[in-house]
Structures are given as structure tokens and as C-alpha cells.
């Protein structure tokens, strides 16, 4: 529609970034343009997460200022993303429009008021194409969904269960973004490795579809040299097959994203993981055997239901003992609807789940500096997202390709999303410091 414009507010995980990419393009096809300034959209959008209360609260606090909007001019909102039912019955009314992101096709019909004469009908969520906010980084998503129903999670309530994409599908999106000369490609799923097992046959046990690791190789031979990466995996349907895939991949990068959660196998019982810390353990010892220079971040929760001193001290020494080199780390947040709202309390105080979210960070720190410092005096390859001009040159922040942040100190500045040569001179907790070679 011409001269009618968008902002999209994203908040959460990648899938969720990956999801605005696409309700972009959709918007466009519609005749939307973007923006970046809020205050002059037709049409402002949030692509919600409900996994976390203090999100849920942050899109409460942007309702009061659009209703003081519309008092004064036209204005479309709308609401998609991740959203429990109870906060969806809650926001629903306080939105002009609330769209299932799977359900993008319908956005059409929608947006009849904003729409142009000659209404667009759109394809399925899948075959968008998306509008990449990177030049050189593509979340590619091969599913949606979730079938593990942790306890405390509130996914499968909100992107329902596991739905696997065509692999034809997949595979043509990622060649079309490697001839536009994408860098880096970064495969999304609540539970990746669990790709296509929704599609099995329950009569013979038959198989549509290929599974993770088939695709992960069909992709990884797409490409002479790119980066190969994928979100977020779960150590039940962590295979033997993907570790030996990994460790074989000309493209696929040394890097694993393995939630753990807590390091009390009563703790993982009540989160209802499927997996014990022996397990775990097992599984994380075969991947670095595997790969060796792996760098392996992982997702922990600190202040569960019932988590005493001795299940903390437990998580501690786990973080400690496996060297995570990244942790994604929450406080718990009861969401009203999981399991564990409605089985367990929320019985840990605020200022120790602060105080415990601190300690592992901390270790988290020490364990990153300890495999950061066996960098110095490598070469590696880095990929640049940023460039700050300084005083003296300029600033380039970037990846290696194990996902350590890497800072370079130029007088020219490099171009973002190339790859780079560079010489690793100095190593702390945040990432590492190189120069060229």
C-alpha cells in the first residue's frame, strides 16, 4: 500500500527473529514499507515471548503509549510470536489484530482495512521469502514446534507440536541465500535434532522425510566455504550419526549449542528433560572427543521449584567440570499454564536466584578466558558484523567461527560480512583480541 509504513518490535530467540523476517516480506508484498522509526508506522507489530514474564510486562508498558496514539492518528497493531493462551486472552482485545505466525497466509485478509484494492494472497509460512535483516548471517528455520513439554516451558503451548519443513524446501531457500553470497547459515528449531521424526509413518514404520543429520550433511555439500550452524538441540535426540556429521563437515562449524538446564538430576526430573547428568555428561565427553577444539555453550535455569543449596552446588560444579564456554542463563519465571506453574511453586527468592545467577556467570566467565587464552598465537578465520570508526581507526567486532567474539583494531576499516584472516593476540572472557594477518 503505498506510502504505509511498518515496525516490527521482536523480542525472544532466534526462531522468533526468523519469524519477523518473514511477516516482513509478507508485510511488503502487501505494500507496507519498513521503518525503523516507531512514531511514524502505520502498522507496529510485536513478535512476542511469553516464555519470560519480564517480556510479557515490557509489551504492556508499549500498549499504553499506542492507545494514546490512536487518540491522535490511524494506527494497526498487531501481535504474533510466541504467546501463552492465558496472556493471549489478556492482550487479544488490546490488539487490532492477533496472527498465528503459521497461519501468515491469512494476513490478507487481516489487514482488509490496510490491504491495497487488488488484495495479495499469500503462500504458506515456509515459502516466504524471507527479508533478511543481515547482508551476510540467514536463519534458516527447518521446523517449528515442540514435543518435549519441559515442565516449566511454555512452547508447545504456544507454536503448538513438532512440524517438520521440506527438506526441498530447506535446501532450495539455503542454495538461493549461498548464490547471494549469504556467509553464514544458522539452521533454527525449538529441537532441530528431532527434525523429521514427526513425519515417520506410524504403519511400517516409514519415513518421508530425511532425518537431522542426512540433512545437516545434504547441506553442508551445498557450498565450498560458508559457515554451517543450528539451534537449539536436545540432548535426548543428540545422535551418534549428527556427532560423526559434525565432525566430517567441510562447512559445519565447531560450535554445538547443548542445553543443559541444571546440574541435579532431581531438578531435570521435575523440568521433565528426559536425560540424567551422567547422560549429559556422556554425551558432551563423545562430542569433544570428536571435535576437540569445540566450543560448547548451553541454557541453565537457577531458581526452579524446590532448588536447595545442594542442587545449586550441583549446577556449579557442572558448569565447572564441562567448561561451557556460554551460558545462556535465566532466573526462573512462572508462566501460568505450563506444568510447573500448576505442579510446583515458585518458592525461591528473588534475590537468591539474582545471587545464583551471578555465581554461574561467573564460572562462566573463568571457564571462556581458560579457552579463549589457547587461542593466542592461532590463526583463525572471523566474520565481522560490526564496524565503529574510533579517535585512532576503527573498531571491528565480529565471530570466529566457534562463536567467540573477536575484536580487531584497524586503521581501514574491514568490510562486514567478509571473511578475514587474523592472528589472535590477546584472550579474556568476552571473546578475543586480533589483529591481521
Same mark, same amino acid.
Given at each position: 500500500?503505498?506510502?504505509?509504513?511498518?515496525?516490527?518490535?521482536?523480542?525472544?530467540?532466534?526462531?522468533?527473529?526468523? =519469524?519477523?523476517?518473514?511477516?516482513?516480506?509478507?508485510? $511488503?508484498?502487501?505494500?507496507? $514499507?519498513?521503518?525503523?522509526?516507531?512514531?511514524?508506522?502505520?502498522?507496529?507489530?510485536?513478535?512476542?515471548?511469553?516464555?519470560?514474564?519480564?517480556?510479557? =510486562?515490557?509489551?504492556?508498558?508499549?500498549?499504553?503509549? @499506542?492507545?494514546?496514539?490512536?487518540?491522535?492518528?490511524?494506527?494497526?497493531?498487531?501481535?504474533?510470536?510466541?504467546?501463552?493462551?492465558?496472556?493471549?486472552?489478556?492482550?487479544?482485545? *488490546?490488539?487490532?489484530?492477533?496472527?498465528?505466525?503459521?497461519?501468515?497466509?491469512?494476513?490478507?485478509?487481516?489487514?482488509?482495512?490496510?490491504?491495497?484494492?487488488?488484495?495479495?494472497?499469500?503462500?504458506?509460512?515456509?515459502?516466504?521469502?524471507?527479508?533478511?535483516?543481515?547482508?551476510?548471517?540467514?536463519?534458516?528455520?527447518?521446523?517449528?514446534?515442540?514435543? *518435549?513439554?519441559?515442565?516449566?516451558?511454555?512452547?508447545?503451548?504456544?507454536?503448538?507440536?513438532?512440524?517438520?519443513?521440506?527438506?526441498?524446501?530447506?535446501?532450495?531457500?539455503?542454495?538461493?541465500?549461498?548464490?547471494?553470497?549469504?556467509?553464514?547459515?544458522?539452521?533454527?528449531?525449538?529441537?532441530?535434532?528431532?527434525?523429521?521424526?514427526?513425519?515417520?509413518?506410524?504403519?511400517?514404520?516409514?519415513?518421508?522425510?530425511?532425518?537431522?543429520?542426512?540433512?545437516?550433511?545434504?547441506?553442508?555439500?551445498?557450498?565450498?566455504?560458508? @559457515?554451517?550452524?543450528?539451534?537449539?538441540?536436545?540432548?535426548?535426540?543428540?545422535?551418534?550419526?549428527?556427532?560423526?556429521?559434525?565432525?566430517?563437515?567441510?562447512?559445519?562449524?565447531?560450535?554445538?549449542?547443548?542445553?543443559? $538446564?541444571?546440574?541435579? =538430576?532431581?531438578?531435570?526430573?521435575?523440568?521433565?528433560?528426559?536425560?540424567?547428568?551422567?547422560?549429559?555428561?556422556?554425551?558432551?565427553?563423545?562430542?569433544?572427543?570428536?571435535?576437540?577444539?569445540?566450543?560448547?555453550?548451553? =541454557?541453565?535455569?537457577?531458581?526452579?521449584?524446590?532448588?536447595?543449596?545442594?542442587?545449586?552446588?550441583?549446577?556449579?560444579?557442572?558448569?565447572?567440570?564441562?567448561?561451557?564456554?556460554?551460558?545462556?542463563?535465566?532466573?526462573?519465571?512462572?508462566?501460568?499454564?505450563?506444568?510447573?506453574?500448576?505442579?510446583?511453586?515458585?518458592?525461591?527468592?528473588?534475590?537468591?536466584?539474582?545471587?545464583?545467577?551471578?555465581?554461574?556467570?561467573? $564460572?562462566?566467565?573463568?571457564?571462556?578466558? *581458560?579457552?579463549?587464552?589457547?587461542?593466542?598465537?592461532?590463526?583463525?578465520?572471523?566474520?565481522?558484523?560490526?564496524?565503529?570508526?574510533?579517535?585512532?581507526?576503527?573498531?571491528?567486532?565480529?565471530?570466529?567461527?566457534?562463536?567467540?567474539?573477536?575484536?580487531?583494531?584497524?586503521?581501514?576499516?574491514?568490510?562486514?560480512?567478509?571473511?578475514?584472516?587474523?592472528?589472535?593476540?590477546?584472550?579474556?572472557? @568476552?571473546?578475543?583480541?586480533?589483529?591481521?594477518?
Amino acid at each position: 500500500m503505498p506510502n504505509k509504513k511498518f515496525h516490527l518490535i521482536i523480542s525472544g530467540c532466534q526462531m522468533n527473529m526468523s =519469524d519477523a523476517e518473514r511477516l516482513a516480506t509478507a508485510l $511488503q508484498q502487501l505494500g507496507f $514499507q519498513r521503518t525503523d522509526n516507531e512514531e511514524e508506522a502505520d502498522l507496529i507489530g510485536i513478535i512476542a515471548c511469553s516464555v519470560k514474564q519480564t517480556a510479557v =510486562d515490557k509489551i504492556h508498558g508499549k500498549i499504553r503509549n @499506542w492507545q494514546l496514539i490512536k487518540t491522535k492518528r490511524p494506527l494497526i497493531t498487531l501481535l504474533s510470536g510466541c504467546v501463552l493462551e492465558n496472556d493471549r486472552k489478556k492482550l487479544k482485545d *488490546k490488539f487490532d489484530i492477533f496472527l498465528d505466525i503459521k497461519n501468515l497466509d491469512s494476513l490478507a485478509a487481516d489487514l482488509q482495512a490496510a490491504a491495497p484494492e487488488e488484495k495479495l494472497a499469500l503462500p504458506n509460512f515456509f515459502d516466504i521469502k524471507p527479508n533478511h535483516y543481515s547482508k551476510h548471517r540467514a536463519y534458516v528455520p527447518i521446523m517449528t514446534g515442540c514435543n *518435549k513439554f519441559c515442565s516449566y516451558c511454555a512452547v508447545p503451548y504456544t507454536r503448538g507440536r513438532e512440524t517438520s519443513r521440506p527438506s526441498d524446501s530447506i535446501i532450495s531457500e539455503i542454495k538461493k541465500l549461498l548464490e547471494d553470497d549469504y556467509k553464514e547459515i544458522i539452521l533454527l528449531g525449538q529441537n532441530v535434532n528431532s527434525y523429521g521424526l514427526d513425519k515417520k509413518s506410524a504403519r511400517g514404520g516409514g519415513n518421508p522425510e530425511i532425518s537431522f543429520p542426512e540433512l545437516l550433511k545434504q547441506i553442508d555439500n551445498l557450498g565450498d566455504h560458508f @559457515w554451517l550452524k543450528y539451534l537449539t538441540s536436545h540432548p535426548y535426540d543428540m545422535s551418534d550419526e549428527l556427532i560423526e556429521v559434525m565432525k566430517h563437515g567441510q562447512n559445519i562449524n565447531p560450535y554445538l549449542h547443548l542445553p543443559v $538446564q541444571a546440574g541435579s =538430576d532431581e531438578m531435570l526430573k521435575k523440568m521433565n528433560r528426559h536425560y540424567s547428568i551422567a547422560e549429559y555428561t556422556t554425551l558432551i565427553k563423545k562430542v569433544r572427543q570428536a571435535i576437540p577444539d569445540i566450543a560448547i555453550s548451553t =541454557d541453565i535455569i537457577v531458581g526452579f521449584s524446590g532448588e536447595n543449596k545442594k542442587d545449586f552446588q550441583a549446577t556449579k560444579k557442572l558448569v565447572k567440570k564441562l567448561k561451557f564456554n556460554l551460558s545462556f542463563t535465566s532466573q526462573y519465571s512462572e508462566r501460568i499454564g505450563t506444568t510447573a506453574a500448576k505442579l510446583y511453586p515458585d518458592d525461591i527468592s528473588k534475590q537468591t536466584k539474582k545471587d545464583r545467577f551471578n555465581i554461574i556467570n561467573d $564460572q562462566i566467565g573463568v571457564n571462556a578466558k *581458560k579457552y579463549n587464552k589457547k587461542l593466542v598465537h592461532t590463526n583463525q578465520e572471523a566474520l565481522i558484523d560490526v564496524v565503529k570508526k574510533t579517535k585512532t581507526g576503527y573498531k571491528n567486532i565480529g565471530k570466529l567461527s566457534n562463536y567467540v567474539a573477536v575484536y580487531i583494531i584497524t586503521q581501514e576499516p574491514i568490510n562486514i560480512g567478509e571473511f578475514i584472516q587474523v592472528k589472535i593476540i590477546q584472550a579474556d572472557s @568476552w571473546g578475543v583480541q586480533a589483529e591481521l594477518k
